[in-house]
Structure formats: structure tokens, C-alpha cells
């Protein structure tokens, strides 16, 4: 079955970066879109940004274009979240989480419900 780790949270000043990475096993990672999702205290949990299958087309959060940048690497079935200037506001647990497709043409969704598998979760705290 699907399984996905993620790793590269943790405390960071605001302005600085943090590199998630997801590591994805159980399935022809090809065949998955992956996005990341998070969820803040009291909050719903949102969507952050998601990536084709072939890699080729990716899509972002308002809240997170031009800081963010999603990307994978189906070599190693590992999708990574590169986030630069981060921001308090971007405290929060980021999920990885993986939309079945069946190619890696096809598009996934922005929508938490339409994915099938989802990893543990990772904290990203950034302080002001």
C-alpha cells in the first residue's frame, strides 16, 4: 500500500527557508499527482501546492506563489516543497499527500478530499 514519509520541518526565523521532502513507496509514483497541504491551529486544512505526475506542470496557493516552490523527482519517488521567505503565517503542520491518476499526464486536484493517501505530517514554525 501507499505510504508516504515526510521530513524538513522545523523552527525558522521569518525571512528564512526550510526544504520539505516526502518520500513516496507501495505504487508507480508516476501514476500519483502529490500536493502539500497544511493546517494551522483552528484552522481547516488548506491547500499549498500540487505537481503533475511527469513533474511538468505544478500550481500554487495565492498565498504561497513566488515563495514556494514544489518539484519531484520520480527517480527517487520523492516530492520536495522548497519554501523561501517564510512568513508566522506559514505556521503550521504540512501534510504530503498523493492523488491516484493512473498517468502521469493527468492533473491532481486542489482539494484535500480528492486525494487518496496522505503522510503523517511535519511542523513548520517560523518566528518573528
Known amino acids: 500500500q501507499v505510504q508516504l514519509v515526510e521530513s524538513g520541518g522545523g523552527l525558522v526565523q521569518a525571512g528564512g527557508s526550510l526544504r520539505l521532502s516526502c518520500a513516496f513507496s507501495?505504487?508507480?509514483?508516476?501514476?500519483?499527482?502529490m500536493g502539500w497541504f497544511r493546517q494551522a491551529p483552528g484552522k481547516e486544512r488548506e491547500f499549498v501546492a500540487a505537481?503533475?505526475?511527469?513533474?511538468?506542470?505544478?500550481y500554487y496557493a495565492d498565498s504561497v506563489k513566488g515563495r514556494f516552490t514544489i518539484s519531484r523527482d520520480n527517480a527517487k519517488n520523492t516530492v520536495y516543497l522548497q519554501m523561501n521567505s517564510l512568513k508566522p503565517e506559514d505556521t503550521a503542520v504540512y501534510y504530503c499527500a498523493a492523488h491516484f491518476r493512473g498517468t502521469p499526464v493527468t492533473l491532481p486536484g486542489r482539494l484535500a478530499s480528492q486525494y487518496d493517501h496522505w503522510g503523517q505530517g511535519t511542523q513548520v514554525t517560523v518566528s518573528s
Open positions: 507501495g505504487s508507480t509514483f508516476s501514476w500519483y499527482g
Open positions: 505537481v503533475g505526475g511527469s513533474g511538468m506542470v505544478t
